[in-house]
């Protein structure tokens, strides 16, 4: 009886196992029927979604080709118009050269006519004295003396109108040679527009950055500008600051620096101090190279470290609103073209038009005239005394004295004059902003000085051991009445003088 009992519930057991197995199965095959829905689903919409994806793309690359399409078309057109203007150019100077040839052929006639006729004078000369001997019992010499004598009171007035016919036609042809050579001085170098701005822009990888460069109660920017010497304009724009400096080896400096502190993430005051010294250091090299290079490429050979380090610093030097260097090298290469085409030195017309203007590269930093300060510095190395001449005569403080001379005075009115080059309302801004920044630091414990905000604004930095904050106030009336005084202005200059104190320990 157990037993049929024990068995029994075996069976039992086994039934409701069995219900059980299939029970949960069929639960479990519809939660997944339910799961492989729901992923089909989203793999529905994420494959409509990278189709939409790819259809924008498709645009967006399509109307990129077309906007590339249609500058390379512009250009073709620019390069075409160039191309015929060159080409109408040439058939003018083709024509010009035809006419100087059909001259030229037409004197040399005229030359050999005169040839001719001087010896058919001469024979008429010795006939006449022969029958003068045998009829008047007169000798060679005598009626030879007596023959010119007539011939020249008959032929005075003929002679004195050819000769000033030939002056006149040598004039003339002095002017064509040389109208021709500058010609082929300015056709042969085209100079690019040296359009020099204000302001520098840099780009921020989000607008994040500016909080940082601004930091906390504006310390970041403050140490920023002072150390600069720049003033840097945060606003509404997105993604961008500007550096704003009418000094352009400053405004460089200051760009640099800034890209690094954005590149590096770390910005506050001593950071800042470390990253300006770096770049200073990198930027000395940088302008040593430039100007290595420069030579390079010119093929001029030796030149002093000094003028070479000069010459790279001249990259951010502008005049008249045209760069320094760019100027420096158009002269050079139009006085080597004038040079060659007059029979002078090249390489010679070449060092002295490249040096030329060495002086602006100095006269930010001490004062006087880049002439003198040119002449001085070529003469300390032991220049060319044709590139000193050069330096001297370009603005009229001596005569030219050879060929290669001529040719840089006249480079350097052609760089000067031609269209673009010089803007003289920036040269009269950055002076009057020098002229306010000299007169600060012209004053007892400024250490620095830095005219911002276009020139309206000037900050002086004053030695906190040596002065109190009542001398700060009677110092910036004092700048202020002086600029009022001295230099012409629009509007109002606000003077800002700044005394800062710093207390330094080590912690060991």
Partial sequence: MLGIIGISSLAGTAVGAGVCYLWLKNSTRNRFAHI??????????????AELLLQEAHVKIKAKELEQEGEF?????????????????????????EKLALLQHKVLDKEANLEKLEVQRQEEIDQAIQKMQSAASLTKEEAKAYILEKVEEQSRSEVAGIVRKYEQ????????????????????????FAGERLINLINLPSDDHKGRIIGKEGRNIKALEMLLGVDIIVDETPGVILVSSFNLYRRAIATRVIEILVEDGRIHPGRIEEVHEKVQAEFEQKTYEE?????????????????????????????????????????????????????????????AGLLHDIGKALTQDMGGSHVEIGAEICR???????VINAIYAHHG???PDSVESAAVCAADKLS???????REVLESFTKRVKEVEEIATSKDYVEQAYAINAGREIRVFVNAQKMSDNEAVL?????????????????????????ETRSIQYAK
């Fill in 380 to 386: 300390r190395h032991n220049e060319h005394p044709t």
């Fill in 416 to 422: 000067a004059a031609r269209p673009g080059a010089r």
């Fill in 36 to 49: 492989e829905l729901e992923v089909k689903a989203k793999a529905k919409a994420i494959e409509n979604e």
């Fill in 397 to 399: 403080h001596e005569e």
């Fill in 475 to 499: 110092l910036s009336k004092e700048i202020a009445k002086e600029i009022q005084n001295k230099v012409q202005y629009p509007g109002e200059i606000k003077v800002n003088v700044i005394r």
């Fill in 169 to 192: 036609l040598a004039k003339e042809e002095g002017e064509k040679k040389a109208n021709y050579i500058l010609a082929q001085a300015t056709t042969r170098y085209a100079g690019e």
């Fill in 291 to 351: 100007g290595e290079n420069i030579l390079i490429d010119l093929g001029i050979f030796p030149m002093h470290e000094e003028l070479v380090r000069l010459l790279g610093r001249m990259k951010y030097r502008a005049s008249y609103g045209q760069n320094a260097l760019a100027h420096t090298l158009e002269v050079a290469r139009l006085a080597k073209v004038m040079a060659a085409e007059m029979g002078g030195d090249e390489k010679l017309a070449l060092r």
């Fill in 73 to 97: 078309q512009k250009r073709i057109a620019q390069v075409e118009e160039r191309n015929r203007s060159l080409i109408l150019e040439t058939k003018e100077l083709s024509k010009e050269e």
